[in-house]
């Protein structure tokens, strides 16, 4: 999956030439805007944005932060124009949008839902990662088979059928499975279809992931998170998964 940073290079052009654009617009005493009545006038003009959760000022001047959830969007003072898009401060090199919604969809590790989750243990499982997984994901496929060459590990497996009706199917029919570890190695490693559980009404906890996969912007399978609160995208290969976990002991250690 493509790094959202290169893709918000690739549409680099966008934001900034709304942003020109609204940079000629009436922005005098935007600075002293009150944001109630952008929320106001937003929320009667856009039905999209009837429930607004915040809006603050942003260092461009006369810009404000719209946010809805973990949705941006950004006005001017009177609220009479809108962006969708992505602010960058030029200057410092950053993307402004995009640190504002990895802050905003920050998951601490210790308050993953666990119990939507099942688990795979080696050796002594004094190392501890999660996954989001779609069991029709053949990235997901290969970060399995390469995580076998990772010992001492605990894997909490969060099954998050994004990819088709049939990774729900799927899911449903590895969650209640009576060993569901088993059912997944089976068949992510082994291509071993898990028994059908159609008549399982028992798998709440696969809407409940997906519920928090859309709150916290889990875009792409595999998503791996660690237990220092580190969120990383993709099939991450066993070595680069063992350096991180000597680190974090390593932090442990000092702390």
């Known amino acids: 999956m493509a790094p959202t940073s290169t893709r918000a290079r690739a549409a680099l052009w966008k934001p900034l030439a709304a942003s020109a654009l609204l940079a000629l617009g009436s922005l005098s005493g935007a600075a002293h805007a009150d944001a109630d009545a952008i929320r106001k006038t937003l929320s009667e003009r856009i039905t999209q944005l009837k429930d607004i959760d915040e809006v603050r000022a942003t260092p461009m001047q006369g810009l404000f932060e719209v946010r809805k959830g973990t949705d941006l969007f950004y006005t001017n003072a009177s609220g009479d124009f809108l962006i969708q898009g992505e602010l960058y401060d ?59 060459n990772v010992d001492n590990i605990t894997v909490h ?13 799927k899911s449903r029919d590895v969650w209640c499975a009576e060993d569901k570890a088993t059912a997944w190695n089976s068949w992510m490693i082994h291509g071993k279809t898990p028994a059908s559980q159609a008549s399982c009404d028992k ?17 792409g399978t595999p998503t791996i998170f660690f237990e220092d609160n580190a969120r990383v995208p993709g099939a991450v290969p066993a070595e680069r998964i063992e350096q991180r976990l000597k680190e974090i002991a390593q932090s442990k250690k000092k702390s």
């Open 90 to 148: 030029t200057k410092a090199m950053r993307n402004l949008t995009e640190d504002r919604i990895n802050a905003l969809t920050a998951v601490e590790f210790s308050k993953l839902p666990f119990d939507d989750a099942f688990t795979i243990v080696r050796g002594d499982g004094s190392r501890k990662i999660a996954v989001f997984a779609d069991p029709n994901c053949g990235y997901c496929k290969r970060f399995e088979r390469d995580l076998r």
């Open 157 to 169: 497996v969060f099954l998050y059928p994004i990819l088709s009706p049939d990774s729900f199917e």
């Open 203 to 219: 798998h709440e906890a696969l809407q409940r992931n997906l519920a928090f996969g859309r709150q916290y912007k889990i875009t």
